[in-house]
T-cell receptor, first 116, second 111 residues
Framework: GAVVSQHPSWVICKSGTSVKIECRSL??????MFWYRQFPKQSLMLMAT?????????EQGVEKDKFLINHASLTLSTLTVTSAHPEDSSFYIC????????????FGPGTRLTVL | QQPVQSPQAVILREGEDAVINCSSS?????VHWYRQKHGEAPVFLMI?????EQKGHDKISASFNEKKQQSSLYLTASQLSYSGTYFC????????????FGGGTRVLVKP
């Protein structure tokens, strides 16, 4: 299957700091990548769609100024959680697909964020 | 709109069968099934696109009803490796592969 990497695997930070999470497509180029958040024992909730070379599309209720997404190249999307607070502690997962509908999504291994 | 999955959890003995359902009040564009083990990324199982479609791999299969409002995932002769949380994901028409996931079904297969 296709390969997606995320870095870091986990991060612990103090409240008020910013954290950057990287998502890399290691095989095919991905013009579109997706960012999900998953709280313990809950489902994956789509946060935003990351588009290479243009602005990300955020889902309703997701603060675009708090969760900054940059998709500067066809193989890298980054999510920055700005001024993180304990309620932002979660499992953040990115995914990619081959672009159009009907295609499976390939998920990264996830990043566990803990904000103290 | 989030699809509804049932049951929320199921415990099986190795070799037993189970069915997981995924329902929507409106016709779906497609249904994706994924399995996630604790602390890991979801892994793709299969996609169903057409009403009445059925497909499978090894002893895991799925169906999509004619109205495209319900999909079922069948675990047959379950193995210990089938343990995990199963999610169905649905696409809206022309949403560019954007998925909305159901609440998940936790499956535990015991020896």
């Amino acid at each position: 299957g296709a390969v997606v990497s995320q870095h870091p695997s986990w991060v612990i930070c103090k409240s008020g700091t910013s954290v950057k999470i990287e998502c890399r497509s290691l095989d095919f180029q991905a013009t579109t990548m997706f960012w999900y958040r998953q709280f313990p024992k809950q489902s994956l909730m789509l946060m935003a769609t990351s588009n290479e070379g243009s602005k990300a599309t955020y889902e309703q209720g997701v603060e675009k100024d708090k969760f900054l997404i940059n998709h500067a190249s066809l193989t890298l999307s980054t999510l920055t959680v700005t001024s993180a607070h304990p309620e932002d502690s979660s499992f953040y997962i990115c995914s990619k697909s081959r672009g159009s509908s009907y295609n499976e999504q390939f998920f990264g291994p996830g990043t566990r964020l803990t904000v103290l | 709109q989030q699809p509804v999955q049932s049951p929320q959890a199921v415990i099986l003995r190795e070799g037993e069968d189970a069915v997981i359902n995924c329902s929507s009040s409106k016709a779906l564009y497609s249904v994706h099934w994924y399995r996630q083990k604790h602390g890991e990324a979801p892994v793709f199982l299969m996609i169903l696109l057409k009403g009445g479609e059925q497909k499978g791999h090894d002893k895991i299969s799925a169906s999509f009803n004619e109205k495209k409002q319900q999909s079922s995932l069948y675990l047959t002769a379950s193995q210990l490796s089938y343990s995990g949380t199963y999610f169905c994901g649905t696409e809206k028409a022309a949403a560019g592969n954007k998925l909305t996931f159901g609440g998940g079904t936790r499956v535990l297969v015991k020896p």
